[in-house]
Structure formats: C-alpha cells, structure tokens
C-alpha cells in the first residue's frame, strides 16, 4: 500500500517519487509536507491546481496525516477486574491525552495523528447523504465559522473489535488491514461503498439569522425534543437530522482510546 497517496498529483510528476510504502519514509514525507502546507501560501496554493474538486483537495490534506498505524484499548471484563482501567494497545502504547487544570497544561498526543487528524471545512450534504465541502479552513478565504455550516472533517475510521473471557478490545486505524476491520457506519453508502473521509458538525445546532438549524460559532445551542428535532431538521433538509448513531459511535471510540485509560490512571 501506499502511505502518501498523490493518485491526484497531476501537475508535477516528480511526486510521484513521493510515494512509498515504507512507512518510516512516509512519517517523514507527511510531516514535512504537512508543515509545508501549514505554513506556505504557495504550497495551499499548488493544492488547488492539481485536486480540481473542493473534495479532493480535502482528501489530499487528509492523506497527509493518514499513517496506517493502529490505536487501540483493552478493557478487562468485571469478572476478570472490576477496575475501569483500560490498557492501550499497539501504536497507542505510551500516548497520553489530559485536559489542562488550574496547575498542568493540556495535552493530547493523538492530535494531527491519523484517524485524529482533520480539517474544519464548510459545506452541506448532498440529496444522495455525500458531504460536498465548499470551504476549507486556511485554503479559502471564504472560510467562516459564523455565515456557514462548519464541520469536521476526518479519513473514515476503520474498526476491529474483539471480545473474548477476558474483555474487549477496541482498535482504529486510517486503513483496513484485513476483512475483519469494518468501517465506521457514517463512511458506507447505501450502495455499499465507502466514503474516503467523514463530517461531523463542529458546533451543537443553533438557528442561524434566517432561523434554519446550522452548525455554526456564535449562537446559542438549541434544545429540541425528538419530534421537535425531527421537524426542524427536515425543514433544512431531509437528509439532516439532530443526531445520528455515528455522532454518538466516534464520541465513545475517542473517548475510550483516547481520554479513558489516561482518567482512570489519575
């Protein structure tokens, strides 16, 4: 496989001598170019040429991060221990991930790595439930938090999960490494294939000036019943909705590889 994918890398051939499927080279490359890309106008500028579509501009930032590694935890089953302590596993063996208090400052080893990686985008889901992106935060101009829906963007996380007598383990990964490892639900179509990235809103729902559910910086959360929801969301489109099983699913996952093991140990 292919850890830094420049598939649409047209104008300038010599990426091609970028691609590699050593992984310890393309740790290097990624975050070279990632830091490039960050900090040179040129460079986003370059990115616009050669992805013609706002989503693959999107998914060659993404891929900059993509690293194949595997991040997961082990939770032992009461009978086993009735301690909460999960233990992590693989390449999120020494990781840590604390928020800040009066005296220690934040830290989260897991940020930019990855499945953990994203971009903040604007943009809508299509009539066919596809995340079209409009806007990419420090490429376009355009980009705002507060005239248009603003979403997180990350590569579809592929999950293994075993259970076993003495407890499960959960891990993730940016790449499917056998059939075992199934995508996360958001990332399948109704066809059966798989979306290469996945959104999830940045802000709780709140009207925008015209009074429609957005996701966007400087209103007020609204807090709706589940019919009200239902209305309010068909009225912006029939494919939103307040919250989906995948919101709640990629909320558990990060929490449980990322926050709960450091908690529990504290």
Not at 122 to 143: A, H, L, M, P, T
Not at 151 to 168: A, H, I, M, P
Request: with cysteine; proline share 3%; hydrophobic share 35%.
């Amino acid at each position: 496989m292919s850890y830094f994918d420049i598939s649409g890398a047209t104008f300038d051939e010599n990426l091609r001598k970028l691609e590699t499927s050593d992984p310890a080279h393309a740790d290097v490359f990624n975050a070279l170019l990632g830091q490039l890309i960050n900090n040179d106008v040129a460079l986003k500028e370059a990115v616009t040429k050669f992805a013609a579509s706002k989503n693959e501009q999107a998914l060659f930032l993404l891929n900059l991060h993509k690293d194949g590694k595997k991040y997961g935890v082990h939770f032992d089953n009461y009978d086993v221990t009735p301690s909460s302590n999960g233990t992590r596993l693989f390449d999120a063996v020494g990781m840590t991930a604390a928020p800040s208090t009066n005296a220690v400052r934040a830290v989260n080893d897991f940020d930019g790595k990855g499945c953990f990686a994203y971009l903040e985008v604007n943009g809508s889901v299509d009539e066919n439930g596809d995340f079209q992106v409009q806007y990419i935060k420090d490429i376009d101009n355009e980009f705002s938090r507060t005239k248009y829906d603003t979403w997180c963007l990350y590569l579809t996380q592929y999950v293994y999960r075993k259970f076993d007598s003495n407890g499960e383990d959960t891990v993730i990964s940016d790449t499917r490494h056998s059939a075992e490892w199934l995508p996360e639900g958001g990332a399948i179509r109704p066809d059966g294939t798989i979306r290469p990235f996945v959104a999830i809103a940045k802000y709780m729902s709140g009207d925008n000036a015209d009074g429609v559910a957005s996701s966007i910086s400087g209103v007020s959360p609204k807090n709706y019943s589940f019919q009200s929801s239902l209305t309010k969301f068909r009225a912006k489109g029939t494919q939103y909705c307040a919250e989906t099983s995948q919101d709640s699913e990629r909320m558990t996952r990060l929490m449980e590889i990322a926050s709960l093991p450091d908690i529990a140990s504290r």
